[in-house]
């Protein structure tokens, strides 16, 4: 059973870092596409950013200066860091596993994001 | 702003058939997957790619596509279907992640 856990500071001061890392156990981080999601209070799914198998790495554009995405293949495991958070920051942050799906009868694909991590609020306040 | 679009708001009669929609250019390319998230609690996948259930998901969820719109259909809705539904999938270069901003659902 492949099983996802965030970890990192609840709080996080305005204008600093904000640093978690999602810890990947009953799969290698080595396949499929793994990404960073956020939920701000009473809002909708924001995507931040994926790893891929091969080490690709893509960002939301709205975000994409501020945000960095690293993997450590040895611990199976990979982080998101935040840079230069305000107050809208302030969300649940999920990681989840991204996985491809082909359908051979319609010749179409899509991906869909079959395990998620159960989420962990952080907070931005000094 | 999303580059999938949702009705924000939903309301079904028990035991009745309820259709949820989300419209984006990027569903002509790749199908959109379909998200069940009650409070508290992380998302879960209800439906992804031609219609397929993940093991565990009642059948009276079900998918469908047609252009540029994907939607979830729920046949004979329970009061524990309530809850927000989200449409995911890749932008129109495949490169991005995309969500729809989200339907709340609720059961009469």
């Known amino acids: 059973q492949v099983q996802l856990q965030e970890s990192g500071p609840g709080v996080v001061e305005p204008s600093e870092t904000l640093s978690l890392t999602c810890t990947v156990s009953g799969d290698s981080i080595s396949r499929n596409y793994w990404s960073w999601i956020r939920q701000p209070p009473g809002r909708g799914l924001e995507w931040l950013g994926y790893?891929?198998?091969?080490?690709?790495?893509n960002y939301n554009p709205s975000l994409r200066s501020r945000v960095t995405i690293s993997v450590d293949t040895s611990k199976n495991h990979f982080s998101l860091k935040l840079s230069s958070v305000t107050a809208a920051d302030t969300a649940v942050y999920y990681c989840?596993?991204?996985?491809?799906?082909?359908?051979?009868?319609?010749?179409?694909?899509?991906?869909?994001?079959?395990?998620w991590g159960q989420g962990t609020l952080v907070t931005v306040s000094s | 702003s999303s580059e999938l679009t949702q009705d924000p708001a939903v309301s079904v009669a028990l035991g009745q058939t309820v259709r949820i929609t989300c419209q984006g250019d990027?569903?002509?390319?790749?199908?959109a997957s379909w998200y069940q998230q009650k409070p508290g609690q992380a998302p879960v996948v209800v439906i992804y790619g031609n219609n397929n259930r993940p093991s565990g998901i009642p059948d009276r969820f079900s998918g469908s596509r047609s252009g540029n719109t994907a939607s979830l259909t729920i046949t004979g809705a329970q009061a524990e279907d309530e809850a927000d539904y989200y449409c995911?999938?890749?932008?129109?270069?495949?490169?991005?992640?995309?969500f729809g901003g989200g339907t709340k659902l609720t059961v009469l």
């Open positions: 790893i891929s198998y091969s080490g690709n790495i």
């Open positions: 990027s569903l002509r390319s790749y199908y």
């Open positions: 995911n999938s890749r932008d129109s270069s495949g490169a991005r992640l995309v």
């Open positions: 989840a596993r991204e996985t491809y799906y082909y359908d051979n009868v319609n010749y179409l694909g899509g991906y869909y994001l079959d395990y």
